[in-house]
């Protein structure tokens, strides 16, 4: 795989953010095998996946903290890693613009530096904990551009899960410094309210709306560890997104809210994924 660490300045934002890329590329025992290094013709473009950090994240984790680099090369798939602060991916009340910024500027932006596929059918967004959320966010917010998204231990039900960490829990950090607990995620800050449902900010409200539209629902992978805080929350976010005409794949296994568990998981998501496994055409 190319590793691409790109900063530039963000219109969206308006300030300069980092963001980093996987692109395909030939291995050595690719070159082993006659043919089998299929990369580089005219017109040849990748399918891609943007992949989301959780909350007190950034665009580094996944490939620090996972083998998300190994996965993808396997499928030979783009991977674009963004930073989205601690804004639940949303046009923040005070703050940034992170929605547009991931739903339009980022996906302008990679298509026309990167060799990857403008089609639906072969874009994808996914991510965890937060961006988990924001995954689904985005994916209802432009449903004709993401056909699949995944989220792993996603805070899906953000009502709930504003709830069972606004009080200080111990899945909040610790600051040293106070001694206490802290939520860097204001509701406030980020949707303008304490209660967001009803609103495009409550992701069953969203696909509603996506479904009244009449436009297209992305199919859904959800992944939860059952000793994860978010367990119950997920259950319940299942079933509503069912009851809305959602394609749901669900699925739980042994594990806690870490990143043991996204980094065996992150696995069987691609391989929910439609993924051809070779470079597509436009």
Same mark, same amino acid.
């Given at each position: 795989m190319a590793?691409?660490?790109?900063?530039?300045?963000?219109?969206?934002?308006?300030f300069?953010?980092d963001?980093?890329v996987?692109?395909?590329t030939?291995n050595?025992? =690719?070159?082993m095998?006659?043919?089998?290094a /299929?990369? @580089?013709?005219? !017109?040849?473009?990748?399918?891609v $996946?943007y992949?989301? +950090? !959780?909350g007190?994240? %950034?665009?580094?984790?996944w490939? #620090?903290?996972t083998?998300i680099? #190994?996965y993808?090369?396997a499928?030979?798939?783009?991977?674009i890693m963004p930073?989205a602060?601690n804004?639940?991916? &949303?046009?923040m +009340?005070y703050g940034?613009?992170?929605l547009?910024?991931?739903?339009?500027?980022?996906p302008?932006?990679c &298509?026309?530096l990167?060799?990857?596929?403008c089609?639906?059918?072969?874009?994808?967004v !996914?991510? $965890?904990?937060m961006?988990?959320?924001?995954a689904?966010k985005v994916a209802l917010?432009k449903?004709?551009?993401f056909?699949?998204?995944?989220? $792993?231990s996603g805070?899906?039900?953000?009502?709930?899960?504003l709830?069972?960490?606004?009080?200080?829990? #111990?899945?909040?950090?610790?600051n040293? @410094?106070t001694?206490? +607990?802290?939520f860097?995620? /204001?509701?406030?800050?980020?949707? !303008?309210t304490?209660?967001? #449902?009803?609103t495009?900010?409550?992701?069953f409200?969203?696909?509603?709306?996506?479904?009244?539209?009449?436009?297209?629902?992305?199919?859904?992978?959800?992944?939860v560890g059952?000793e994860?805080?978010?367990?119950a929350?997920?259950?319940g976010a299942r079933?509503?997104f069912r009851?809305?005409?959602m394609?749901?794949?669900y699925?739980?296994?042994?594990?806690?809210?870490?990143?043991n568990?996204? %980094?065996?998981n992150?696995q069987?998501?691609l391989?929910?994924?439609?993924l051809?496994g070779?470079t597509? =055409? =436009?």
């Amino acid at each position: 795989m190319a590793f691409i660490q790109t900063h530039f300045f963000s219109t969206s934002l308006c300030f300069g953010t980092d963001l980093n890329v996987f692109i395909p590329t030939p291995n050595v025992d =690719e070159l082993m095998v006659p043919g089998g290094a /299929d990369y @580089y013709h005219p !017109g040849a473009k990748f399918q891609v $996946l943007y992949l989301l +950090h !959780g909350g007190y994240g %950034d665009y580094t984790d996944w490939m #620090r903290l996972t083998s998300i680099e #190994r996965y993808a090369q396997a499928h030979k798939l783009a991977v674009i890693m963004p930073s989205a602060s601690n804004s639940f991916y &949303q046009n923040m +009340h005070y703050g940034s613009d992170y929605l547009t910024y991931v739903t339009q500027e980022l996906p302008e932006l990679c &298509q026309s530096l990167f060799p990857i596929s403008c089609k639906r059918e072969n874009t994808f967004v !996914g991510g $965890l904990s937060m961006g988990g959320y924001g995954a689904v966010k985005v994916a209802l917010t432009k449903p004709e551009s993401f056909s699949h998204v995944f989220s $792993l231990s996603g805070a899906l039900d953000v009502m709930s899960t504003l709830e069972s960490v606004s009080d200080g829990n #111990r899945m909040t950090p610790l600051n040293p @410094y106070t001694g206490e +607990h802290t939520f860097a995620m /204001d509701p406030v800050a980020v949707f !303008g309210t304490t209660d967001v #449902r009803g609103t495009d900010a409550d992701l069953f409200a969203l696909a509603e709306k996506v479904k009244q539209e009449g436009r297209p629902l992305p199919r859904l992978f959800q992944s939860v560890g059952t000793e994860d805080f978010l367990w119950a929350s997920n259950q319940g976010a299942r079933e509503k997104f069912r009851a809305l005409g959602m394609d749901v794949t669900y699925e739980e296994h042994p594990g806690a809210h870490e990143w043991n568990y996204w %980094d065996t998981n992150v696995q069987r998501a691609l391989n929910w994924l439609p993924l051809t496994g070779s470079t597509v =055409e =436009e």
